[in-house]
């Protein structure tokens, strides 16, 4: 079986960087992403059987063509604008730190031309567990009885200063599905297939 995911590449943008190293410096209890592992999940698959890989990438395909030849999707730049958590509050100790879209409307449309593909194929393959949320993950926080005190202070101040200068603009030209091994510095993300937002050659 292999854990897979379908989603769309992040760079390791600078203005993304800084933050993630500024989440790393904020105690044991955070677990920074590696800036080259930056995606957006679009549709979490999960254990899948190799021998419906193929079906999977078809209905990528599908979904992403007739998406630009109806002409709402073609390469873009998404425009990351702040940094949330999850959850929301009143939990006092976020266990995600995310960057996120201003406008998550292309992505969300997308999400849900592919869902639309994947349910069509019926297979057993992990279902949509809550609405789509364009996020970009930078750190993950792990849970302590009692939230640490430089995560209480510090990520505040973090997530006020993204509301002040932006995150830049992330280039998206393609939707990849992707398989996660777990390796000894977290996961490791492999492409086993991409779907390109430009018309097919005739």
């Given at each position: 079986?292999?854990?897979?995911?379908?989603?769309?590449?992040v760079?390791?943008?600078?203005?993304?960087?800084?933050p993630?190293?500024?989440?790393?410096?904020?105690?044991?209890?955070?677990?920074?992403?590696?800036?080259?592992a930056?995606?957006?999940?679009?549709?979490?698959?999960?254990?899948?059987?190799?021998?419906?890989?193929?079906?999977?990438?078809?209905a990528?395909?599908?979904?992403?063509?007739?998406?630009?030849?109806?002409?709402?999707l073609?390469?873009?730049?998404?425009?990351?604008?702040?940094?949330g958590?999850?959850?929301?509050?009143?939990?006092?100790?976020?266990?995600?730190?995310?960057?996120?879209?201003?406008?998550?409307?292309?992505?969300?449309?997308?999400?849900?031309?592919?869902?639309?593909?994947?349910?069509?194929?019926?297979?057993?393959i992990a279902?949509?567990?809550?609405?789509?949320?364009?996020?970009?993950?930078?750190?993950?926080?792990?849970?302590?009885?009692?939230?640490?005190?430089?995560?209480?202070?510090?990520l505040?101040?973090?997530?006020?200063?993204?509301?002040r200068?932006?995150?830049?603009?992330?280039?998206?030209k393609?939707?990849?599905l992707?398989?996660?091994?777990?390796?000894?510095?977290?996961?490791?993300?492999?492409?086993?297939?991409?779907?390109?937002?430009q018309?097919?050659r005739?």
């Amino acid at each position: 079986m292999l854990r897979l995911f379908i989603g769309v590449d992040v760079p390791p943008l600078a203005s993304l960087c800084r933050p993630i190293d500024r989440l790393g410096r904020m105690g044991s209890s955070v677990r920074p992403v590696r800036p080259d592992a930056m995606h957006i999940t679009l549709r979490f698959l999960g254990e899948t059987d190799p021998r419906h890989i193929d079906p999977i990438c078809h209905a990528m395909d599908a979904a992403v063509r007739e998406a630009v030849d109806a002409g709402w999707l073609s390469p873009f730049d998404l425009l990351l604008t702040h940094i949330g958590t999850f959850p929301v509050k009143p939990d006092p100790t976020p266990r995600v730190v995310f960057a996120a879209p201003a406008d998550p409307g292309p992505l969300t449309k997308l999400s849900d031309a592919i869902d639309e593909q994947l349910d069509m194929l019926g297979l057993p393959i992990a279902e949509r567990d809550n609405p789509f949320h364009a996020h970009a993950t930078l750190a993950r926080i792990k849970r302590r009885r009692t939230p640490d005190r430089r995560v209480s202070a510090d990520l505040p101040r973090l997530i006020e200063e993204a509301r002040r200068t932006r995150l830049g603009k992330a280039p998206l030209k393609a939707v990849k599905l992707v398989e996660s091994r777990i390796g000894p510095h977290g996961p490791d993300y492999t492409a086993r297939h991409v779907s390109f937002f430009q018309p097919a050659r005739e």
